[in-house]
C-alpha cells in the first residue's frame, strides 16, 4: 500500500506540486537546503493542517530536504511551517551533550512527527516538573531566551509510514518536542519566554555558556520556574 492508501487521505495536487517545484529549486540550486522563513512571515503563525497524505510520494523527498536543511543550520528540530509548507510535520535530531549536562541532553537520533501533540508528564508525586533553560530558534535568526517547559511529555501522533506514536521523552528531547510541536500550533518560542533573558547569540556563547540559567536570572533580571 502506498503512504496516502495507509492514511486514506487524498493527494493534493496542487499543494504536492508546490512542494515538488520548491524541492527542485533546493535541490539543483542549494544541495536540498531549503530557505528558513523568519518571524514575521504569516505561516509561522497559522495553525498547519493535519497531514492525511496531502503529500503522496513527496512527502519522503520533502523529509530528506527538512533534515538536510536542519544539518545544514545547525539545529536539531525544523518543522515544516519553517519552511513554508503549512502542514503539521517536523523532523528533529541531536547528538546530545555530556552526562552531567543539567538540562539532560541525551542524544535523540534522526526522527519525523506527523500531527504530533504532548501533554506534561508530572514528575514521580504526581507534582508538576518544569525546567528553564535557554533556547532558541531558526526561524529567529541570532537570539535566545529562556523558556520554562515540561520536563517530561507524552508524545502521541503518527511517524513517517503513519504509524502511531505514544510515548514519554525527558530532559531536552522532550524540549524538542514542545518546541516543534508548538510550532504546528502557529506558537514561537518567544510566546512563552521570560523576555528579560533575551540575548543575543554572541552575548550567549560570551556570557552564558553555561547551560545552568541562574547567573543570567540573577544579571538580567527574570524569574526562573
Ligand atoms: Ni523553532
Known amino acids: 500500500m502506498t503512504r496516502a492508501d495507509r492514511r486514506g487521505g487524498a493527494v493534493d495536487p496542487a499543494l504536492r506540486d508546490a512542494v515538488r517545484d520548491l524541492l527542485e529549486v533546493a535541490e539543483s540550486q542549494r544541495d536540498g537546503v531549503l530557505p528558513i522563513v523568519q518571524a514575521g512571515d504569516p505561516v509561522l503563525r497559522r495553525r498547519a493542517v493535519a497531514y492525511t497524505g496531502q503529500l503522496g510520494d ?5 523529509l530528506e530536504s527538512m533534515r538536510r536543511t536542519m544539518h545544514a543550520a545547525p539545529g536539531v528540530g525544523l518543522a515544516a511551517p ?7 510535520l517536523a523532523v528533529m535530531e541531536d547528538a546530545g551533550a555530556p552526562d552531567d549536562d543539567p538540562r539532560e ?26 525546567v528553564a533553560f535557554y533556547e532558541g530558534c531558526l526561524s529567529v535568526h541570532g537570539w535566545q531566551a529562556v523558556v520554562a517547559r515540561h520536563r517530561a511529555v507524552r508524545l502521541t501522533g503518527q511517524d513517517e509510514t503513519g504509524a502511531a506514536i505514544d510515548e514519554v521523552l525527558t530532559g531536552w528531547p522532550a524540549r524538542i518536542v514542545q518546541h516543534e510541536t508548538d510550532h504546528l500550533a502557529g506558537e514561537l ?10 540575548t543575543s547569540n554572541d552575548n550567549l556563547a560570551r556570557r552564558w555558556a553555561d547551560p545552568d540559567p541562574r547567573a543570567a536570572a540573577e544579571a538580567l533580571g527574570f524569574p526562573l520556574a
Open 105 to 130: 541532553r541525551t542524544p535523540l537520533p534522526y526522527r519525523v512527527l506527523v500531527n504530533p501533540r504532548y501533554e506534561g508528564v508530572p514528575g514521580p508525586h504526581g507534582e508538576p516538573e518544569r
Open 58 to 62: 513527496e512527502l519522503g523527498r520533502l
Open 189 to 198: 518560542y518567544l510566546d512563552h519566554a521570560e523576555t528579560r533573558s533575551l
Open 82 to 88: 519553517q519552511v513554508g509548507i503549512p502542514l503539521a
